[in-house]
């Protein structure tokens, strides 16, 4: 055993290095994928009204699990708030508009509406229970690392898991009416 360790390390340390790979994607893998119904949820906004996500059919959905805490999800909400501004009053062929829900995941309130207050975030839907990883939404979800983005269509179908804001652009370029 020993010898065929010897020879065959570096075959071993790629086995352990795929392993590693596959359980991580495996790990982070959000629960639903394109084609499924977005499982519907009710929750209280940050402004302390109720929200009720099957009351967006018609709109385009950009649902983004994100923490203000969370560097990579700083650093993506720049391309959100531009996304949104760009393209949530726009006529689209097959929909009222675009909006986009954003679940905290969060366990301090005012750091919380700080950083939505910091990042120009002016959609209406900013969603959190401040329960964390914890949160019944986020495991409804199967959400287990941020940001995680889905994109529902008007029928409140995914059909887009975490693509990036550049992705989406380019779908909703497409659908606006001319």
Not at 137 to 158: D, S, W
Request: a positive charge.
């Amino acid at each position: 055993m020993i010898n065929f360790l010897k020879k065959n390390k570096w075959l071993l340390l790629v086995a352990v290095v795929a392993l590693y790979v596959v359980g991580k994607y495996l790990y982070a893998k959000p629960r639903f994928i394109n084609g499924e119904i977005a499982p519907n949820f009710r929750a209280t906004t940050h402004d302390n009204q109720p929200f009720d996500l099957s009351l967006l059919r018609g709109q385009y959905v950009c649902s983004i699990f994100w923490g203000s805490w969370c560097g990579p999800c700083l650093k993506e909400m720049p391309d959100l708030v531009r996304l949104y501004s760009n393209y949530h009053d726009k006529k689209l062929t097959d929909a009222t508009n675009f909006t986009i829900v954003s679940v905290g995941i969060e366990t301090e309130r005012e750091k919380w509406l700080s950083a939505i207050e910091k990042m120009n975030a002016r959609w209406q839907y900013h969603i959190s229970d401040l329960k964390n990883m914890d949160s019944p939404i986020a495991q409804q979800y199967g959400v287990r690392v941020i940001p995680t983005k889905f994109l529902l269509n008007t029928e409140g179908v995914i059909i887009g898991v975490n693509q990036s804001s550049a992705d989406i652009e380019k779908f909703l370029a497409t659908k606006i009416l001319k």
